[in-house]
Structures are given as structure tokens and as C-alpha cells.
């Protein structure tokens, strides 16, 4: 297994998110699961509209799962993970996972039966927990035409767990098949170049590299930048956060 990199030691032993209350049973939840994007990196309410690259004018939204209970424990951030700062987001619940991929395509259904296209962050938080859901949005992908996602996966490839490793393959897997339609880049992955890694790990290359421009002030957000699904040669960094 990938060694975990754990500064903050009191969330090193956690197996999901510190704050509970937040977790939405799905049973009891009558909102949407896949909701338009509030958030202010990404592209909040008016502004949340790609304003270039390939999906321009597609509308962003965001879809948010429980962190580390459905991500990997070699992900580098695990105890590092910017959900640990975010208490009031709803963390949808992955275990009854018939009726979170009904929720799913029943937002769909709702917004890409409008006469726009969806970039969908895909997770805010939380992953792609087996291979069943990899494969669930490659049917989705196929059902709407309309529809792009992006993201980030700590599931790699390389990981000398096996259960992680086939994840990271299937992702790779819709990645070649789907190109940006599906660009789920691996999160500080050494031997991937479609790839979302810590500066705390690596450092800007030009030609190969690029530190997120939102971060740094050249950009507004993700709607008006495209690098992370429009530019497959870059590794793209991300300052801790």
C-alpha cells in the first residue's frame, strides 16, 4: 500500500468524516443529491456556467459523498483531507447504493433534459468507492450525451492493494474511453500524467506542470479555467487547503 501522508495525526485513525450529524441517510432525504454548484472555487449560482474550452456554457454541479469512508487508505490526504474543514456540507450515504444510483439518475433525468449541457464535480468529497459505481457512470455517461464530469480519484492504478488498484484501472479504463467527457484525474500519482498532485509533493514543471490557476490568482474559478478536464498533457497541482 502507498504510504499515507499524515501531518495532522489526530484524524490519522478516522475511518470517515469528524462531523456525523452531516451524513444524509437517503431514505429520509427529499432534496436533490446532485445539486448546482455553491461553491466559490468551482462557480457559484450565475457564475457556475463554463465560460470556456470544451463544455462552454455547460452549467457546473457538484456531487458530495462522505470523505474517506469511500475513499481509499492510502490516499495522501487522508488525514490531511479538506473535508475536515467543511462541516456544513451534505455528505450523501453510499450504502444503499441501489438507491443512490437511483437519486443519481433521477437528477439527471431533471437537468440534462434542459437545453444545456452538465459538468458535474464528481465528489466534492468522498470517491469512487468499487468498481460497480465506476461502471454505473460509464452507463451514465452513455444515457446522456449532455453530460461531462471531472474530478479527482485517490483509487491509483499503481496501489499494491489490490481492491484500490482494479478501481484505479477501471477509472483509467472510462478515461481512454470517454476522454474529457469522463477527466477524473489521479490524485498525486507519480506514474499517471492525467494526474492532480500536492504541492507538498512535487514541484511545477514547466511544459509538464501546472499549478491550479484558481489558486493562484489567474483565474476566478474552474468555470473560467478548463485546465483539469480540457488539458490531458499537464499534471495540474493543488496548493494544501
Known amino acids: 500500500m502507498l504510504d499515507c501522508y499524515s501531518p495532522n495525526t489526530k484524524y490519522l485513525h478516522l475511518e470517515n468524516t469528524i462531523y456525523k450529524k452531516s451524513i444524509k441517510n437517503l431514505a429520509d432525504y427529499n432534496y436533490n443529491v446532485i445539486k448546482p454548484s455553491k461553491n466559490k472555487k468551482l462557480g457559484s449560482n450565475k457564475s ?30 487522508w488525514s490531511t483531507c479538506f473535508g475536515n474543514n467543511m462541516p456544513f456540507a451534505h455528505r450523501i450515504s453510499h450504502f444503499n ?26 465528489h466534492v468529497l468522498g470517491d469512487f468507492f468499487n468498481i460497480r459505481y465506476v461502471l454505473f457512470w460509464g452507463s451514465m455517461l452513455e444515457k446522456y450525451p449532455n453530460l461531462a464530469l471531472y474530478g479527482y480519484t485517490a483509487y491509483l ?7 484500490y488498484s482494479e478501481i484505479g484501472l477501471e477509472i483509467k479504463r472510462l478515461v481512454k ?18 494526474s492532480a498532485n500536492s ?8 511544459g509538464e506542470s501546472i499549478v491550479c490557476p484558481e489558486q493562484t490568482k489567474l483565474t476566478d474559478n474552474c468555470t473560467t479555467c478548463a485546465l483539469c478536464w480540457d ?11
Open 177 to 194: 474511453k470517454f476522454g474529457n467527457r469522463f477527466a477524473i484525474r489521479f490524485s498525486n500519482s507519480f506514474k499517471e500524467s492525467f
Open 199 to 206: 504541492t507538498d509533493i512535487m514541484q511545477a514543471v514547466k
Open 157 to 163: 492504478p499503481e496501489d499494491s492493494n489490490k481492491q
Open 231 to 241: 488539458c490531458p498533457s499537464k499534471k495540474i497541482l493543488f496548493i494544501t487547503h
Open 97 to 122: 447504493q441501489e438507491l443512490l444510483e437511483q437519486k443519481i439518475i433521477s437528477d439527471l433525468d431533471l437537468y440534462c433534459s434542459k437545453q444545456y449541457g452538465v459538468l458535474l464535480r464528481t
Open 48 to 77: 457556475a456556467i463554463v465560460k470556456k474550452g470544451s463544455f462552454k456554457d455547460y452549467r457546473m454541479y457538484t456531487l458530495t459523498l462522505e470523505e474517506r469512508a469511500t475513499c481509499p487508505t492510502s490516499c495522501f490526504h
